[in-house]
């Protein structure tokens, strides 16, 4: 019998090559978007069946998704929580409607889908949550504040949970990629404006304007692969918590565990800025 998973913005970037790759895997995808009958992607093109809406953001949306799940296939195997974000700029420039509408998708979305699919999990004795973190969950990137407040926010709400899911055989796990070749940092990526008189920010932005677009893009990870890994996390039986995925994020770990803060610090301020 073939397994079910259930995945959160599978309308581009990881989420797509992900439910692309379950499907060839043999899977049934359940492919969720906020759009699917006005947005045409490459799963439109393929026929997967399942492509349903859902906005993390609104709870009914999630409660009619997952029963259309388990009422055509009676369990779902994994979660995959991939739908998000990222609000780039200054702090004091960012908005209040930025920083709410950021963690409520990122964290607040995240988080009720995860108790939706608890009672599902918890009837089967069976299941496993796939947050989509970042790199930028274990380390804080110039400009990316609020952003990287969500994503450790998410690191430390899976690293809990692991504990309250392990006698009711539910498993958790995280993913942290690094740079990946989608267009995030195009159709998710939401720029707070400088609306200062005398920017007190340009140094900083102007350094950093050569880590956005194709340059930094290109030494990126494909979406393929990290699809790749999210499968292996998925059926590889285990209890690991984390799994960092590129050289980049793998570089970035290792680096944090050998050296002094400050050390670390002075080495990413010089890459990301210049």
Same mark, same amino acid.
């Given at each position: 019998m073939?397994?079910?998973v259930f995945i959160t913005g599978a309308s581009s970037g990881?989420? !797509?090559?992900?439910? &692309?790759? *379950?499907?060839d895997q043999g899977w049934n995808v359940i492919a969720t978007m906020r759009n699917p009958d006005k947005r045409k992607t490459l799963l439109h093109e393929k026929s997967l069946p399942d492509l349903v809406h859902l906005d993390v953001t609104d709870g009914a949306s999630i409660q009619t998704a997952l029963k259309y799940a388990? /009422?055509?296939? =009676?369990?779902?195997?994994? &979660?995959? +929580?991939? $739908? #998000?974000?990222?609000?780039?700029g200054p702090f004091e420039s960012s908005t209040p409607e930025q920083i709410k509408k =950021? %963690?409520?998708? +990122?964290? *607040? #979305? !995240?988080?009720?889908?995860?108790? $939706?699919?608890l009672p599902i999990f918890r009837t089967q004795q069976d #299941?496993?949550?796939?947050?989509?973190?970042?790199?930028?969950?274990r380390i804080g990137f110039p400009l990316y504040s609020i952003y990287n407040a969500t994503k450790w926010a998410v690191e430390g709400f899976s690293e809990s949970l692991q504990y309250e899911f392990k006698s009711h055989n539910i @498993?958790?796990?995280?993913?942290?990629?690094?740079?990946?070749?989608?267009? *995030?940092?195009d159709r998710s990526l939401d720029r707070s404006e400088n609306n200062f008189e005398n920017d007190p920010y340009a140094e900083i932005l102007q350094r950093a304007q050569k880590s956005l677009g194709e340059g930094s893009m290109g030494s990126g990870s494909e979406p393929f692969m990290v699809a790749k890994a999210i499968f292996r996390a998925a059926t590889d039986g285990s209890r690991r918590l984390r799994y960092p995925i590129?050289? /980049?994020a793998k570089l970035v770990n %290792? !680096? @944090? $565990?050998? &050296?002094?803060?400050q050390w670390l610090f002075s080495i990413l301020e010089k890459f990301t800025l210049g």
């Open positions: 073939s397994k079910t990881i989420g !797509l090559h992900t439910a &692309l790759y *379950f499907y388990t /009422d055509k296939y =009676q369990k779902i195997d994994v &979660l995959i +929580n991939n $739908a #998000g974000y990222a609000v780039y =950021q %963690f409520e998708t +990122n964290v *607040f #979305g !995240l988080m009720e889908m995860t108790r $939706a699919v #299941g496993l949550v796939i947050n989509i973190t970042s790199m930028g969950g @498993r958790i796990k995280t993913i942290e990629p690094g740079v990946i070749k989608t267009d *995030f940092y590129g050289l /980049d %290792f !680096l @944090r $565990a050998i &050296l002094p803060s």
